[in-house]
């Protein structure tokens, strides 16, 4: 988007933004909980690693799409 645009996201709906040609590809994360990590029944768990946390996002946030590599820093 440039600066003289204005445009709303919906967080969670995946779409993809750039602040500026040459920015990175940006997405909105939803505000919201979710269970992060794998439940003791599953297969090659790693038990000591791998305990269930429940994660809260307060607010949304934008972050890359992608990974930025060495070069994009």
């Not at 919201?32 to 269930?52: K, L, N, V, Y």
């Amino acid at each position: 988007m440039g600066a003289s645009e204005r445009r709303c996201l919906v967080p969670g709906a995946g779409k993809r933004f750039k602040d500026c040609a040459a920015c990175p590809q940006m997405v909105v994360v939803p505000a919201g909980s979710f269970t992060m990590g794998s439940p003791p029944e599953e297969p090659e768990r790693a038990a000591e690693r791998e305990d269930q946390v429940r994660v809260t996002i307060a607010r949304p946030f934008a972050i890359g799409a992608f990974a930025v590599t060495r070069g994009e820093f």
